[in-house]
């Protein structure tokens, strides 16, 4: 696997929140001299992101209900339009992680439907971030499936706001759950290439993470 290629899987991210526009910034232009394939951001920056990004094939994307998931689902739908309003060519939403453990997978499915109803609305992709380090894994299972029977174009493990991030057995886990239909984003707690190759060959096929730079330079 060429360095061109390996970067194309990677969502560049800068979630922190303390970033500066300074910070920002400098994400944008590592993003773009890689060709990573996106850019993930607060909804706040997106409008910025996009004309950083300008020119490029590097997509912004916005998270949503993010880190905790426990917002409304009127207000998941309603930032999830702001946020493609204002640029976002992808958005991450976390699913209400209390609603989940508690077994409500009705909510869950429709909480999540929602938000991919007004994302393909407008055209674009949705990830959904389960969150697995407060789930079982068969609260893994079950749950990606869910995801992908309500619309999702990718589930994803993590916020990095958690416990513990991807691990090889989660995303194994949640391909096995979704086939090969749609897409399983990886994120949180990679650094390494290794940690990527082993990610990539799990069955992830997008990684999330904040050390672009680090990992393409070794």
Not at 120 to 143: C, D, M, R, S, Y
Request: overall charge negative; glycine content about 8%; some cysteine.
């Amino acid at each position: 696997m060429t360095e061109k290629n390996f970067a194309q899987y990677f969502d560049h991210t800068i979630l922190s929140p303390n970033a500066t526009r300074a910070e920002v910034k400098k994400v944008c232009e590592e993003a773009v001299e890689y060709k990573t394939a996106t850019v993930c951001v607060n909804g706040h920056w997106i409008p910025f992101v996009k004309e950083q990004l300008e020119g490029s094939d590097v997509l912004p994307i916005a998270v949503v209900g993010f880190p905790l998931g426990a917002g409304t689902t009127a207000a998941k739908v309603m930032e999830t339009e702001d946020a493609i309003n204002n640029g976002a060519e992808e958005i991450d939403m976390v699913i209400n992680i209390g609603e989940m453990l508690d077994g409500n997978l009705d909510f869950v499915k429709e909480d999540i439907k929602a938000v991919a109803d007004a994302t393909h609305a407008k055209g674009k992709v949705l990830k959904v971030i389960i969150e697995t380090a407060f789930l079982t894994p068969e609260q893994i299972t079950t749950v990606s499936k869910l995801a992908k029977d309500a619309g999702t174009d990718f589930v994803k493990t993590s916020t990095g706001f958690a416990s513990s991030g991807a691990t090889i057995e989660d995303v194994k886990l949640m391909r096995e759950a979704v086939g090969s239909e749609i897409g399983v984003k990886a994120s949180g707690g990679i650094r390494t290439k290794e940690d990527v190759e082993a990610m990539l060959a799990a069955g992830a096929n997008r990684i999330g993470l904040s050390r672009t730079v680090e990992i393409m330079s070794n």
